[in-house]
T-cell receptor
């Protein structure tokens, strides 16, 4: 049973368009939720980190939201660029071990010109 | 170095051979993680070290896999009698603190190919 589910599995959009990626988790209680970007052949790089008390966190064109009641998070990308093509991974840390990282399987985003 | 360093970056080995993968975490980081990523798949947790505590080995897929962390710094992941299904990218990450919001920094990974 996967404790962190992401959707869609893959997404194709045109450059300049917006998109939203979804993350549903069952980890409870949880301490923090992170979104990572993983370029092909590279290690994941952190985009945002939100604690259970935060609702939204922005990093440039990336905005993450968190609803701890429904256990859902979303990552919204505004005015997409070709360089946004990557896998986006939702990661949750449980409260009983805040250093443990539970990864979702990711959403593969492709931005075409 | 400024980041997490992994070596080798690529490793091709024959089925049945043993391999060792190395991870140099960011200096001072107490937590160290090993993950693997098969082609087109998400990250699969393998093992986690935190300071002097006993490691969390719950993700190791079989007893052919082992890892150690010497002196609280460098870690080595060893795969014995490699199988073709062990082919994957092995990623190491480290983080600096307990508590909320500790960021994990990843290395570039070691691409292991078992032929």
């Amino acid at each position: 049973k996967n404790q962190v589910e992401q959707s869609p599995q893959s997404l194709i959009i045109l450059e300049g368009k917006n998109c939203t990626l979804q993350c549903n988790y069952t980890v409870s209680p949880f301490s923090n939720l992170r979104w990572y970007k993983q370029d092909t052949g590279r290690g994941p790089v952190s985009l945002t980190i939100m604690t259970f008390s935060e609702n939204t966190k922005s990093n440039g064109r990336y905005t993450a939201t968190l609803d701890a009641d429904t256990k859902q998070s979303s990552l919204h990308i505004t005015a997409s660029q070709l360089s946004d093509s990557a896998s986006y991974i939702c990661v949750v840390s449980p409260n009983y071990n805040t250093d443990k990282l539970i990864f979702g399987t990711g959403t593969r985003l492709q931005v075409f010109p | 170095g400024a980041g997490v360093s992994q070596s080798p970056s690529n490793k091709v080995t024959e089925k049945g051979k043993d391999v060792e993968l190395r991870c140099d975490p960011i200096s001072g980081h107490t937590a160290l993680y090993w993950y693997r990523q098969s082609l087109g798949q998400g990250l699969e947790f393998l093992i986690y070290f935190q300071g002097n505590s006993a490691p969390d080995k719950s993700g190791l897929p079989s007893d052919r896999f082992s890892a150690e962390r010497t002196g609280g710094s460098v870690s080595t992941l060893t795969i014995q009698r490699t199988q073709q299904e062990d082919s994957a990218v092995y990623l190491c990450a480290s983080s600096s603190s307990r508590g909320h919001g500790a960021e994990a920094f990843f290395g570039q990974g070691t691409r292991l190919t078992v032929v």
